[in-house]
């Protein structure tokens, strides 16, 4: 029995009055955590990531820091989700319901009391915080790749856009993104968009090089780039034909199988499709809810920055891992997006 098990089997058996105390001293220690967690001192400063800074006044309930390398002005929130959120309660129940089940934007912002751009902004706001860099694979390991049909739904302006009833462009090709899906049998998981076009060796090396224990034994198809990446990182690697679907016992890729069977029901049923531009950002969702929040690291700094330039971040990675041509930019900007030469160094997709 898990722990989880025991104390819920506890609670059940304490009477009704018992169960009133325990949640009242829950909820105690839960508004504590979340004060004290706001209120922290920051150990460096978000823009320069020097560690000289001062107390610098307050902004309303929030202290203000100031850093003396840089000399700019800021609070524990300056750089992750909740920087400039004027509800911070309603964001929290927003994350939480999120988290929870995949429900359409109107339904969230119905549901929250915020408007529809609002419910979107946050929605990526939350998965853009996902942090996939630390993962760390044992044992034995499978990897895959999965297409997606290049996508740019939503965006205004195009000449041409594709109807509607499936495309003729199917199989291997340069209209199809790719998302490499690399996870142990311990549930690490890591879902990268790489590229729009053919897997590459270099593909791979840019998303997982070096995040692999020495007793790891990587299992796949034969995938010519995954297996020169498999002999270049000095990996055992047991590769099948990938119409055998096994390379017999328990060398076998179900469980990728079955995540990327979850990720394209989810994005090409219950969303609809959505535009390669969120990719990534989708399928951190899917990896989270497959997951569990407690299962997840969240990246709190840097998140606004990738929020602010995702359309820079679409451009570079379109211009340096496809073939296709970047069309129609929005006409949404922020005043303090990043210059393009700036943008590379955020590494989100």
């Not at 009242?24 to 400063?45: D, R």
Request: hydrophobic share 30%; with cysteine; net charge positive.
């Amino acid at each position: 029995m898990t722990p989880k098990e025991k104390i819920l089997e506890l609670f059940t058996g304490l009477s009704a009055r018992d169960r009133d105390l325990v949640l009242q001293k829950l909820n105690e220690i839960g508004t504590t955590q979340s004060k004290s967690s706001e209120e922290s001192h920051p150990l460096y400063c978000p823009h320069c990531e020097s560690n000289l800074i001062v107390k610098n006044g307050r902004r309303g309930k929030l202290q203000k820091y100031k850093c003396k390398t840089c000399c700019k002005v800021f609070t524990s929130r300056t750089g992750t989700p909740l920087h400039k959120i004027q509800k911070p309660d309603k964001f929290e129940a927003y994350k939480t319901i999120m988290l929870e089940n995949y429900l359409p934007l109107k339904q969230m912002a119905s549901k929250i009391g915020i408007s529809i751009q609002t419910a979107f902004d946050w929605r990526h706001k939350i998965l853009s915080s996902v942090n996939n860099d630390r993962v760390r694979f044992d044992g034995i390991t499978e990897i895959d790749d999965i297409w997606f049909l290049y996508s740019q739904k939503g965006r205004k302006g195009l000449k041409y856009s594709r109807k509607r009833g499936g495309s003729k462009r199917a199989g291997d090709n340069d209209f199809q993104a790719k998302l490499l899906v690399t996870s142990d049998r311990n549930s690490n998981t890591n879902l990268s968009l790489v590229r729009i076009g053919r897997l590459k060796k270099s593909d791979i090396e840019r998303k997982i090089s070096g995040k692999f224990a020495d007793d790891a034994t990587l299992v796949s198809d034969k995938h010519r780039s995954i297996s020169s990446f498999a002999k270049t990182e000095g990996l055992n690697h047991v590769s099948f034909k990938s119409s055998e679907h096994t390379a017999g016992g328990e060398y076998h890729v179900q469980g990728v199988n079955n995540l990327a069977s979850k990720l394209k029901g989810t994005i090409n049923h219950s969303l609809r499709g959505v535009s390669t531009k969120y990719l990534q950002s989708y399928a951190n969702w899917v990896n989270l809810i497959s997951k569990g929040i407690d299962n997840v690291e969240f990246n709190n700094n840097g998140v606004l920055d990738i929020h602010k330039n995702r359309e820079g971040i679409y451009k570079k990675f379109i211009e340096n891992f496809s073939k296709r041509t970047y069309r129609c930019p929005v006409k949404r900007t922020f005043k303090s997006q990043l210059d393009p030469d700036m943008i590379s160094k955020l590494q989100y997709i």
